[in-house]
């Protein structure tokens, strides 16, 4: 169950080259941007470039971001449904 | 009248060395870039985890400025009297050709946002702005080679215009893993008493 979590926090830190953080680093509910791993605008949109990359979604309203890349744990859950 | 401009520091990275003010502080067995880099910013100790989301003209920018702002007193400079000006010559070449390697394939298009963002050779001195703070007036040329009468013409000028009080200047260059940052602060005083003419910038651009 928690092996898509797991995936998804190893492209976070390839994708957004965080050098000094590990997986263990990322907690799956915590917030992916400003309090959380701190992730800027570029990164937002590395986000859904990896989500079409890797999982082969593509986001066609950007405003759907901000409630699907609040942490892995809406990540993952927004994957399931639309692969489901 | 003209002002009496000095050169408060200098950094040169090329080869897998740092130097500061003309003496050797960093040497690396590494050649390859990005991991001499890398062992440069754990050397320094940065603490600026964005570092590592910067194409390669930019790390070598960043450290070049780092060394040469932090053996320069400019406490007492207001950060918007503080400007940059840079030369180089292969521009931003090296993060356009990995961009364009993720357009080649239309089979494949996953052109990267972070990698888009380098493609312009001003962005190092952007990211040198941000990092200090520097709200100053800031150049970027592209040129076949550092004009060092050029800078001493356009930074006299910034200087005798009264629009800054401190200067960033350099050659920071980065093509197909070549790369050399020669970077120095010049100000209006200094007790090292390093003049900033043409003569000396050429002595410290040409030291190996």
């Known amino acids: 169950m928690a092996e898509l979590e797991e995936e998804l926090k190893s492209q976070i830190i390839e994708s957004l080259n965080l050098e000094d953080v590990e997986i263990g680093d990322i907690e799956t509910d915590a917030p992916l941007f400003g309090a959380g791993l701190g992730l800027d605008s570029i990164d937002a949109l590395e986000l859904i470039v990896m989500l079409e990359k890797f999982h082969g979604i ?5 405003s759907q971001g901000k409630d699907i890349f609040e942490s892995i744990k809406t990540m993952a859950k927004f994957i399931r449904a639309h692969k489901a | 009248m003209s002002k009496e401009l000095s050169i408060l520091a200098h950094s040169v990275v090329r080869n897998s060395s740092i130097s500061i003010n003309g003496e050797k502080d960093f040497t690396s067995s590494e050649q390859d870039f990005k991991t001499f880099i890398k062992e440069a910013y754990r050397n320094y100790d940065l603490k600026y985890p964005k570092f590592f989301k910067m194409d390669s003209l930019c790390k070598l920018a960043v450290i070049g400025a780092e060394i040469a702002i932090e053996n320069s007193d400019l406490a007492e400079i207001s950060n918007d009297r503080i400007g940059i000006v840079l030369m180089n010559r292969a521009s931003s ?10 357009i080649d394939d239309r089979e494949n ?12 050779a001003n962005i190092m001195a952007g990211e040198i702005a941000i990092r200090h703070e520097f709200q100053g007036e800031n150049m970027c040329f592209v040129l076949s080679e550092f004009d060092i009468d050029l800078m001493q013409q356009y930074v006299s000028n910034l200087f005798e215009s009264g629009k800054i009080d401190a200067c960033l200047c350099g050659w920071v260059d980065f093509d197909d893993s070549n790369y050399e940052s020669v970077q120095y602060i010049v100000g209006e005083n200094s007790s090292k008493n390093i003049t900033f003419d043409v003569c000396t910038t050429k002595e410290i651009y040409n030291v190996k």
């Open chain 2, 93 to 102: 070449l090296e993060t356009d050709r990995e961009h364009q390697h993720s």
């Open chain 1, 58 to 62: 593509k986001i066609d309203d950007p």
């Open chain 2, 109 to 120: 298009y996953f052109p990267s946002p972070s990698t888009f963002v380098y493609t312009l």
